[in-house]
Nanobody, 125 residues
Framework: VQLQASGGGSVQAGGSLRLSCAVS?????MAWFRQAPGKDREGIAC????????YYSDSVKGRFFISRDDSNNTIYLQMDSLKLEDTAKYYC??????????????????????WGKGTLVTVSS
């Protein structure tokens, strides 16, 4: 399984960015994590292959939206109303067994099968 994230960059607070992640294979769930400097990696959005059920962490709910396009094996993270505290390196990840509910609450690096290289998002005032 290979993952390749893209779309990071610099944006002013209140702006938007869209991240993409090309996914190979057929994982059970596909997710976005982020890690800010000095902080733990946190799961922020997750989508299941079956029924495309989505979950979000409280920190991004209502501002970020995860979606998938099976025609090109890609997941997206639309990030709107960006805040300074959204500055972080963003990672896509997949897993065969972990539930999306776990991803956005307690999941850590070891809970996911595969990780892509991160893409940096910087939000400035």
């Amino acid at each position: 399984v290979q993952l390749q994230a893209s779309g990071g960059g610099s944006v002013q607070a209140g702006g938007s960015l869209r991240l993409s992640c090309a996914v190979s294979g057929r994982p059970y769930i596909m997710a976005w994590f982020r890690q800010a400097p000095g902080k733990d990696r946190e799961g922020i959005a997750c989508i299941s292959r079956v029924a495309s059920v989505t979950y979000y962490s409280d920190s991004v709910k209502g501002r970020f939206f995860i979606s998938r396009d099976d025609s090109n094996n890609t997941i997206y993270l639309q990030m709107d109303s960006l805040k300074l505290e959204d500055t972080a390196k963003y990672y896509c990840a997949t897993d065969r067994y972990t539930s999306c509910r776990v991803v956005v609450t307690t999941a850590t690096y070891n809970d996911m099968d595969y990780w892509g290289k991160g893409t940096l998002v910087t939000v400035s005032s």
